[in-house]
C-alpha cells in the first residue's frame, strides 16, 4: 500500500526494503505472543524467513513493525522459549525445522487492542480452546460504556460463524 492505495501488479515486498524510509510501516503476522505482549515468529529457511530479511532495514530505518496476532497463540513465555532455543539448530523435526525469533519494539495487536481501538471497550481473554470447530478458540469478556458495548458486540454478531479460514 502506498500513499493509501493499494500497489497493482506484480510486487515483490523484498525489492522494497530498499525503499522504506522512517514515516512507512512493516506489518508481519505473529506466531507466538506472551503475558507481556512479547510477539515472535517462526523462521524456517536458513536467511531466517521475512523476519530474517526485514529485520535489519527496519529496524535501522525506524520503520514501525506492527505484529496482528490472535491470543490462540499465547505461550508462556517469548523470551524463554527463544533462549531455550538459541545456538541449538533441530537435529530433527515433525515438519519444517524453525527457530523462534522475538519481535522486539513491536506494535502488537491482538484482538483486545483491536476492541479497544475500535469501540472503545475494554477486553480480557478468560479463557481459550474447544472443540468441534472451536479448536484455537479463545474466550473474551469485555467492558465498557453502553453504546460502546452495543456497538461492539453489534459487529462481533455480524462476524460470528463466518467460514473458517482455509
Known amino acids: 500500500i502506498k500513499n493509501g492505495k493499494a500497489i497493482e501488479g506484480d510486487f515483490?515486498?523484498?525489492a522494497y526494503l530498499n525503499e522504506i524510509k522512517p514515516g512507512d510501516v512493516f506489518i508481519k503476522g505473529g506466531n507466538?505472543?506472551?503475558h507481556t505482549g512479547l510477539a515472535g515468529v517462526l523462521a524456517a529457511d536458513n536467511m531466517g524467513g521475512t523476519i530474517g530479511a526485514a529485520w535489519g532495514p527496519v529496524m535501522q530505518r525506524g520503520i514501525e513493525l506492527i505484529v496482528p496476532i490472535g491470543l490462540e497463540k499465547l505461550i508462556p513465555d517469548v523470551r524463554e522459549a527463544v533462549e531455550f532455543m538459541a545456538g541449538k539448530p533441530a537435529h530433527d523435526a515433525v515438519g519444517n525445522k524453525v527457530a523462534l525469533m522475538p519481535m522486539l519494539g513491536a506494535t502488537v495487536v491482538t484482538e483486545i487492542t483491536a476492541l479497544d481501538v475500535l469501540y472503545n471497550v475494554k477486553a480480557k481473554c478468560i479463557a481459550s480452546g474447544g472443540v468441534d470447530g472451536?479448536?484455537?478458540a479463545v474466550v473474551l469478556a469485555i467492558q465498557g460504556k453502553?453504546?460502546?458495548m452495543e456497538?461492539?458486540?453489534a459487529e462481533?454478531?455480524?462476524i460470528k460463524g463466518e467460514p473458517q479460514v482455509r
Open 156 to 158: 462481533i454478531y455480524s
Open 32 to 34: 507466538a505472543i506472551d
Open 134 to 136: 472451536s479448536e484455537g
Open 12 to 14: 515483490s515486498w523484498q
Open 151 to 153: 456497538k461492539a458486540l
Open 146 to 148: 453502553d453504546g460502546d
